[in-house]
């Protein structure tokens, strides 16, 4: 590890959050999004932000629109660097030499995960949703998520893992109404 990593963590334990799982059985962390055409809608103005903290990203999963900015900010003052795996046209690799530093990207295309990565710190990992509509969410920590406003009809929806895999099932959801819907992995789950 750093040693400037190790001072910035000194009297605390960190948790990588790879496979956040509550006592429950709940797991935060997984990006569930609806498959399928939808009708246009505005990108929001307000950008995503992830923080390089304590020579961890967080949050570790993020949602992104198509078109929406991407920020990441280091907290550390110590050297990053912020380098995607892009299997579309979603790279990029910068360093962020001190705190303060602040890298803006906007997503050209959809992509399910682009993953963020610390060429400096290699346990520094981030996954980010790519989506080219609004209809998608991450996990909470106590394994809940919410998609607002979905027309009525029926869906494919996905939950993806970085550990655990993707899962899908359908959805209806009628006019007006809520859908109710539980993801489940098992500890074998890939």
């Not at 390089?52 to 929406?68: A, D, H, K, L």
């Not at 406003?149 to 209806?172: D, L, N, S």
């Amino acid at each position: 590890m750093d040693p400037k990593c190790a001072d910035l963590n000194r009297g605390r334990q960190v948790i990588q959050a790879e496979a956040l799982v509550a006592a429950d059985g709940s797991v935060a962390n997984v990006f569930i999004r609806l498959e399928g055409s939808f009708a246009p809608s505005p990108v929001p103005q307000t950008p995503v932000v992830i923080d390089q903290r304590s020579c961890v990203y967080q949050p570790r999963v993020v949602g992104v629109r198509v078109g929406q900015r991407l920020q990441i900010r280091n907290d550390d003052d110590l050297l990053h660097n912020v380098h995607s795996s892009s299997a579309t046209s979603n790279s990029f690799n910068v360093g962020q030499p001190r705190a303060g530093a602040i890298y803006g990207f906007t997503p050209k295309a959809p992509e399910v995960m682009l993953k963020l990565g610390c060429d400096v710190h290699r346990w520094m990992i981030a996954f980010v949703g790519v989506m080219s509509h609004p209809y998608f969410a991450v996990s909470s920590d106590a394994g809940q998520f919410r998609i607002a406003h979905v027309p009525a009809g029926t869906y494919t929806i996905k939950a993806w893992h970085e550990q655990f895999g993707e899962r899908t099932q359908t959805v209806v959801v009628k006019p007006g109404g809520t859908a109710r819907l539980d993801f489940t992995y098992s500890a074998n789950s890939r």
